[in-house]
């Protein structure tokens, strides 16, 4: 009778064992699949929050009147501005993944003839922004960047009298017909900016 008792309980232990580690089981199963959960529910959301930024400059495309203003001595002290009016033609190119920028402007002080191809990275989601004048005849540094909640920011480096600089060039459509356009450099590695470029261009309405 002892034995059989001494079965008993050892079959008693051996089966609340067993229920115990299935319980810690299905305790660490649950707390790994709400890990993996989570864990594809935040990849799922930094996936949709990436935007494909390819038409981010279909508002651009066409024909505009524009009205340029240039600090003449940027990072100087210079207080001195000069004004341009001209036009400028926006094209798409390969397929909307790129746009050409025409911009042809003339004042008291001159005329510039600049070219402007701007380039979509669908693998980065940004865009890059590459000038050249006619007068250069060479591309600038590009600058990088994208547009959030409608306004594009663009960064690059740029060398000007023998420095290097930060350059920074925004983008603000005011409305379906006009947007502006602003460049500033900075020399203290972005804690200050001077605006040296304002562009605004208003559509022209083809007749």
């Known amino acids: 009778m002892m034995m059989n008792g001494k079965k008993r309980l050892f079959f008693r232990l ?5 229920l115990f580690g299935l319980m810690v089981i ?4 649950d707390s790994l699949a709400r890990q993996k959960s989570k864990a594809q529910g935040a990849n799922q959301q930094q996936t949709e ?3 494909d930024g390819q038409h981010d400059f279909d508002f651009n495309f066409g024909t505009w009147k524009t009205y340029l203003k240039r600090l003449v001595r940027p990072l100087t002290g210079s207080t001195t501005w000069v004004e341009y009016e001209g036009t400028s033609v926006v094209r798409k190119v390969l397929g909307g993944r790129a746009n050409l920028v025409e911009l042809e402007v003339e004042g008291p002080s001159g005329r510039i003839d ?3 191809l701007r380039l979509y990275n669908p693998q980065s989601r940004q865009w890059s922004l590459n000038y050249s004048t006619a007068s250069g005849g060479t591309l600038f540094e590009p600058m990088y960047g994208e547009f959030k909640d409608g306004r594009g920011e663009f960064f690059g480096l740029e060398s000007l009298n023998g420095r290097a600089i930060l350059v920074r060039f925004v ?3 005011i409305t379906a017909d006009s947007c502006r356009f602003e460049q500033s450099f900075s020399d203290d590695g972005g804690k200050t900016w001077e605006l040296n470029w304002i562009a605004t ?3 022209v309405n083809d007749e």
């Open 14 to 18: 051996r089966t609340l064992l067993l």
């Open 26 to 29: 299905l305790l660490l199963s």
């Open 49 to 51: 929050t990436l935007r």
């Open 114 to 116: 600049g070219l402007l």
């Open 171 to 173: 983008i603000l459509p």
């Open 201 to 203: 261009d208003v559509r």
